[in-house]
């Protein structure tokens, strides 16, 4: 139901726009976030878009990634000033209320962030 792309490698210091499309028609979203998981650790919340566009995010995130949401209910992760310490798999998590009127609350497959040092 949701696709995540646009991890990648990148140096310490750079940048990577993540996004998170759902793959089916929807009705709207309820909020969408985003999670990682480094290796060994737990699955933990960085950033939240709700329906009405207000925001948040953990404190390692603030003032260095950006949650946002197009028109077309792509969701997505603006992260700069990478550390080495944001290496990650990415995850969005969503609920929606999909074409034909059910309620989806799931997660996208997982993007890799690598930034080397």
């Known amino acids: 139901q949701l696709q995540a792309s646009g991890g990648g490698l990148v140096q310490a210091g750079g940048s990577l726009r993540l996004s998170c499309r759902p793959s089916r028609s929807i009705r709207s979203i309820n909020y969408m976030s985003w999670y990682r998981q480094a290796p060994g650790k737990t699955r933990d919340l960085v950033a939240t878009i709700t329906s009405d566009r207000s925001t948040t995010y953990a404190d390692s995130a603030k003032g260095r990634f950006t949650i946002s949401s197009d028109n077309a209910n792509t969701v997505y992760l603006q992260t700069q000033s990478l550390k080495p310490e944001d290496t990650a798999v990415y995850y969005c998590?969503?609920?929606?209320?999909?074409?034909?009127?059910?309620?989806?609350?799931?997660w996208g497959q997982g993007t890799l962030v690598t930034v080397s040092s």
């Open positions: 998590h969503a609920d929606l209320l999909t074409g034909d009127g059910s309620r989806y609350i799931g």
